[in-house]
């Protein structure tokens, strides 16, 4: 039981360091899209 606990701890952490990792770049694409609309619209 214990190492099943282990097991899912460790689950649950690269779980949340992925969760992380995909915040970090919706929020470089986001701020990616934008300087690409800013760009169209000057045109």
Do not use: C, P, Y
Request: avoid cysteine.
């Amino acid at each position: 039981m214990s190492q099943e606990k282990g097991r899912l701890e460790e689950l649950i952490t690269k779980l949340k360091q992925k969760r992380n990792e995909f915040r970090v770049q919706i929020h470089l694409a986001k701020a990616e899209v934008n300087d690409e609309w800013q760009e169209l619209e000057k045109k």
